[in-house]
């Protein structure tokens, strides 16, 4: 929310603001993401937002970003390692299986979308395995 907050305030698209909202929760549902089960009722317009927002391909890619890079790194990890990145560093709660399925699914659309293997375009993810 503070960085939507932050770049509506500095006269942002609406584009741009809106990734800090959906950058961390897949399938249009504020309960699919890491870190445990957020209180629906903390911020309604987040809530609402996630549940009624049409991602764009754009927001789609910034998701498999996020779940491929490490936090302070320049490296690409797969969906596995990052996976157990994100465990370990926040743990485990009752959506992290649902949260995993769903990070499974949104790879498996950009590689129907390629063509190809996602991890192709990185070929230097192997030397981060």
Known sequence: MRGYNYLKDKGY???YC???LTHSY???DI???AGGVPNLKDNLFLTEF???HNYTIEEKIINICDLMCPQGGSKVYTIDKRLIDIIIRRGAYSNTQ????ETYKLKAYFD???GY???DLFPKIKENL
């Open 50 to 52: 996630i549940k009624n």
């Open 13 to 15: 698209d609406e584009e």
């Open 26 to 28: 897949l399938n249009n």
């Open 112 to 114: 129907n979308l390629l």
């Open 18 to 20: 809106d990734i800090c």
């Open 117 to 119: 293997n996602l991890y």
């Open 31 to 33: 309960i699919c993401t």
């Open 98 to 101: 649902y949260h995993i399925k």
